[in-house]
């Protein structure tokens, strides 16, 4: 039954090719809810970008039934896994929480993941963007294996940021990666989906698409020698900067070398973008005294001066650190062959945001925002992953602080902040209590219907042990301080209001993993 269902949604996708607009599904039409402009879609300077891969499936999501990019197969357990870092779930909606069987955490508790394919995991990342200052994404599509424009797992999540970008007043754009699709069909793929997402979904018209000199942003990733000529590449590119009606503002990616490349036309073909992006994830160099794995970044500067004479903009990569003993276990491969990359606490990523806030680019590429399978992810990981895999975490950071490193650095970037060579001290945002008003919209905690109901969050500044915050109807207007935090006790009341008067009582107290899973949002 399960295979005659999937074999009529595969129909009914297909079928909805038959008309420009009509028999779409809903979330692949046009958005046409309320749309925040917090940061502008006209233009790409001064933005720093994250990479968005979408990629990650989970048995029972609706779409798969097996784990996608966590192992490939319908179960994960630490022999199998192709992942590096294990997210920090504590967000997440009950619903969105998928458990991993035989997978539990060093207290017995359940452990679980999620599915990219949810709208409101995507929704919820993007707010983590909002939160924390960070522009927008480029959100992965990719060509190797891809078989029909119109299907939700390959499209939905395009939808879904899309929808989220609105909602959060973020920006987004397409980014294709040529990994793997076969040379003597790649212009057809790439034009014909293309020709999809701007005339079915109709996705550069939408509000929060980035766009430049008038134009859709476009990346194109997988410019190499190596795996097609030159011809190919010009054919490409001859298209997307050429043609009326899907033109676009081209940047594209590929080889950080690529101005010492001379195989026959190549040279030209880098210098025919709009923008250039060198792949620089896995490129390093070692400190002045020899001591410190840092990343490559001191060709950056001669490469802005020869994009500039080519007419060229320029978007360096940054990324956190690297990992892939799982996923190269899994492919039969010997592990650390990419010699993992430390983070240093965050000072091997500062420091490319230092060397960027000097030479001034045009904008940055951060690689990438969910990328746990090579270890680069930025979004909330958590120290304290099941017991078992072999997993890399973040050196007792709390998860979310490669996402606070990023929005600082976004500040430090544009000028708006001093240029620091160390890390700053950062501070807490959003504050304990603030976070459990922000957690639940605010208002909640007020209302009669939510009292006597758990809530679990934690201090952003020290990671766990979480703390849960009982709500019971009583006098008390103020919320004391959870053991062991600097928190100053604050009426609760929604961000950007005046405190009101409650009739609610507060208690705090240290909370396990289980309270976490009971704990539920106000309806």
Known sequence: MKEIALLALAAALLASHATAADGLLPNLAPYKGQSRTDIDASTIKGKVLCGYQGWFRAPGDGVSDRWGHWSGVSTVTAANLTFEMWPDMTDYPPSERF???????????????????????????????????????????????????????????????????????????????????????????????????????????????????????????????????????????????????????????????????????WPQVYRRFDMYKPWNVGNTMQSADGKLQMASTNYWSD????????????????????????????????????????????????????????????????????????????????NDPPVGPHLVMFEGKPSDWYLRLVGQGTKMFRGKMPLQRTIPAIETKPPLLRAAVALHEGSCLHRPRCRSRLYVFRDLRVGPPAYALTVKPGPNPEIPKPPGTQTTARTASPAGRPPRRSHNTYSWSAASRRDASRARACP
């Open 99 to 265: 458990p991993v069987v035989g997978m539990k955490h060093k207290d017995g508790s359940q452990a679980y993941l999620f599915s990219s394919v949810r709208p409101a995991v995507v929704d919820l990342h993007f707010k983590w963007m909002r939160e924390h200052g960070i522009d927008g994404v480029c959100v992965q599509r990719f060509l190797s294996g891809h078989r029909d424009s119109n299907t939700l797992h390959t499209t939905g999540v395009l939808a879904y940021a899309r929808n989220s970008a609105n909602r959060t007043g973020r920006v987004f754009c397409v980014e294709y990666d040529m990994s793997g699709a076969p040379t003597d069909k790649l212009f057809e793929m790439i034009t014909s989906d293309w020709k999809f997402l701007v005339d079915r979904m109709q996705v550069t018209k939408d509000k929060r698409y980035l766009h430049e000199r008038g134009k859709p942003v476009l990346l194109i990733y997988g410019f190499f020698p190596d795996r097609f000529g030159a011809d190919v590449a010009n054919r490409i590119i001859d298209f997307f900067k050429s043609d009326p009606k899907y033109g676009v503002f081209l940047v594209g990616a590929g080889a950080w070398w690529w101005r010492s490349i001379t195989d026959t036309g």
């Open 303 to 382: 490469d802005m001066k020869e994009a500039r004479k080519s007419g060229m903009m320029y978007l360096p990569v940054l990324y956190p650190g690297f990992s892939w003993d799982n996923l190269m276990r899994a492919y039969n491969q010997p592990q650390n062959v990419g010699h993992p990359i430390s983070r240093r606490g965050g000072e091997f990523l500062w420091e490319q945001f230092v060397t960027a806030a000097e030479l001034k680019p045009e904008a940055l590429f951060v690689a990438m925002f969910d990328e746990v399978d090579e270890g680069t992810a930025i979004f909330k990981v958590t």
